[in-house]
């Protein structure tokens, strides 16, 4: 049972950037789940969160009008499409998964990816 995240890099101010979280060993459209980044000397921070069952989305207002997430069209995948990226988004992003509704908390998720790293810098 694991989460992978890829899709990071360099990307220049206003870039565009798309995430995937890939899961195996289980079906990720039972579960909810939440995009994270931590930026050096900061706490990790929520980005975007996506239900199972009705598929609410929330996004941080950091992020809100810039970042997208969704499930993929292949199964056992999520995406977060990332536009306009800014440098204070540089930062290590995860992805996690979770059973419980009350999805904006991080201490509720306990299947996590391993971190893709996104550096947004001219």
């Known amino acids: 049972v694991q989460l992978q995240a890829s899709g990071g890099g360099l990307v220049q101010p206003g870039g565009s950037l798309r995430l995937s979280c890939a899961a195996s060993?289980?079906?990720?459209?039972?579960?909810?789940i939440g995009w994270f980044r931590q930026a050096p000397g900061k706490e990790r921070e929520g980005v975007s969160w996506?239900?199972?069952?009705?598929?609410?989305?929330y996004y941080a207002d950091s992020v809100k009008g810039r970042f997208t997430i969704s499930r993929g069209n292949a199964k056992n995948t999520v995406y977060l499409q990332m536009t306009s990226l800014r440098p204070e988004d540089t930062a290590v992003f995860y992805c996690?998964?979770?059973?419980?509704?009350?999805?904006?908390?991080?201490?509720?998720?306990?299947?996590w990816g391993q971190g893709t790293q996104v550096t947004v810098s001219s």
């Open positions: 996690a998964s979770t059973k419980s509704v009350a999805i904006r908390q991080d201490a509720n998720y306990d299947v």
């Open positions: 060993g289980f079906t990720l459209d039972d579960y909810a």
């Open positions: 996506l239900s199972s069952g009705d598929g609410s989305i």
